[in-house]
């Protein structure tokens, strides 16, 4: 079965400094990589995600994220962190070849502090 | 644009109430999905569809019902409500091969 790992509950970082927030995954194929983030009182909101090709990904609001197979993780980033990035981030999964289940983490609390 | 569009944004129910929460999207999406919000759980997935008239389970389905009778429709229903039923659900929609989850505003559901 397919999982996602959220190691983190919460992370602060300065305004301007780099951000990384934490994810591994568990498929038993090949993984569908995402992130989202949810501001308060909305929904979700799509950032980036990983199909296949380059493992450096580009997305929303000036963050990224690095494919790795061998460590099996999928880690946010971005070079400097706003006030405006504090919001609450999931990562999620879905194995290629199986059945349409994106299944999310326990989401991670980035706090940016002014 | 509407997008996903949850009804009601608030419901507070009694033990043993049935209710349903309805979710509807203008964008053509065949795959859509429900899922539930708690803290320190995070989203899980209560049932999805990849079309009218296909649902399947998710990681959560007991106690919850769903059919899809439209491409644009979703509605989850909840037979019996329990107190561990309280919780925020997202209906979620996408185009497949698009990859993309696109999120209703949710519903914030208390059992007593």
């Known amino acids: 079965a397919q999982s996602v790992a959220q190691p983190e509950d919460q992370v602060n970082v300065a305004e301007g400094n780099p951000l990384t927030v934490k994810c591994t995954y568990s498929?038993?194929?090949?993984?569908?990589l995402f992130w989202y983030v949810q501001y308060p009182n909305r929904g979700l909101q799509f950032l980036l995600k990983?199909?296949?090709?380059?493992?450096l990904v580009k997305g929303s609001y000036g963050f990224e994220a690095e494919f790795n197979k061998s460590q099996t993780s999928f880690h946010l980033k971005k070079p400097s962190a706003l006030v405006s990035d504090s919001a609450l981030y999931f990562c999620a999964v879905r194995e290629s070849a199986g059945t349409y289940k994106y299944i999310f983490g326990t989401g991670t609390r980035l706090k940016v502090l002014a | 644009n509407a997008g996903v569009t949850q009804t009601p944004k608030f419901q507070v129910l009694k033990t043993g109430q049935s209710m349903t929460l309805q979710c509807a999207q203008d964008?053509?999406?065949?795959?859509m999905s429900w899922y539930r919000q708690d803290p320190g759980m995070g989203l899980r997935l209560i049932h999805y569809?990849?079309?009218?008239?296909?649902?399947d389970q998710g990681e959560v389905p007991n106690g919850y019902n769903v059919s899809r009778s439209t491409t644009e429709d979703f509605p989850l229903r909840l037979l019996s409500a329990a107190p561990s039923q309280t919780s925020v659900y997202f209906c979620?929609?996408?185009?497949?091969?698009?990859?993309?989850?696109?999120f209703g505003s949710g519903t914030q559901l208390s059992v007593l």
């Open positions: 498929v038993s194929g090949n993984p569908y």
């Open positions: 990983y199909i296949t090709g380059d493992n």
């Open positions: 979620a929609s996408s185009h497949p091969g698009d990859e993309k989850l696109f």
């Open positions: 964008m053509n999406h065949e795959y």
């Open positions: 569809s990849v079309g009218a008239g296909i649902t």
